[in-house]
């Protein structure tokens, strides 16, 4: 079992970057696949970006494929989502989850553990 907590949120305004960061608690992080998610006001929770244990291959959702970045640090526990030219449209709550398959999942319900979110907000 893996325990989440994400950090690194706030306010931004357009075009500016920030890089979320989700700790991990647990010895075995390094076995899980991590992935980001967010919901916006009235919206479904949408992936994001995931990185398969390993660190060999991520995937990223089109809207934000160039300008976010996902990584993951083992040694740390830590997994981290770079987001650089950020608009309006990316303010939602971000969620960091995780799951034990060494594959790419976009869906939400392929994701056995979630951190409480944390508030991106974008100003234009």
């Known amino acids: 079992q893996v325990q989440l907590v994400e950090s690194g949120g706030g306010l931004v305004q357009a075009g500016g970057s920030l890089r979320l960061s989700c700790a991990a608690s647990g010895r075995t992080f390094s076995s899980y696949t991590m992935g980001w998610f967010r919901q916006a006001p009235g919206k479904e929770r949408q992936f994001v970006a995931t990185?398969?244990?390993?660190?060999?291959?991520?995937y990223y959702t089109a809207s934000v494929k160039g300008r976010f970045t996902i990584s993951r640090d083992d040694a740390k526990n830590t997994v981290y989502l770079q987001m650089n030219s950020l608009n309006p449209e990316d303010t939602a709550v971000y969620y960091c989850a995780a799951h034990d398959r060494p594959w790419v999942h976009t869906s939400t319900a392929a994701y056995a553990y979630w951190g409480q979110g944390i508030q991106v907000t974008v100003s234009s």
């Open positions: 990185i398969i244990r390993g660190g060999r291959l991520t």
